[in-house]
């Protein structure tokens, strides 16, 4: 597929609209799919330090 301009490339034939907000979707889930388990893990970590804190405390 060629396309005469840059503008041309962005409206993808009228379906511009349709294809580059799913690229965006695509891209928040993939985003969405490596952070949360790294902020769990996270969380985790911080939420077992503070257990253990109050534990060696007592």
Known sequence: MSFASFGDFLAMG???????????ICLVVLALNV?????AR?????????????????
């Open 35 to 39: 952070a949360a388990p790294v902020l």
């Open 14 to 24: 009228h379906h511009g609209l349709y294809v580059w907000s799913a690229y965006g």
């Open 42 to 58: 996270k969380r985790y970590l911080q939420q077992e330090a503070r257990r253990l804190r109050r534990e060696n405390g007592k």
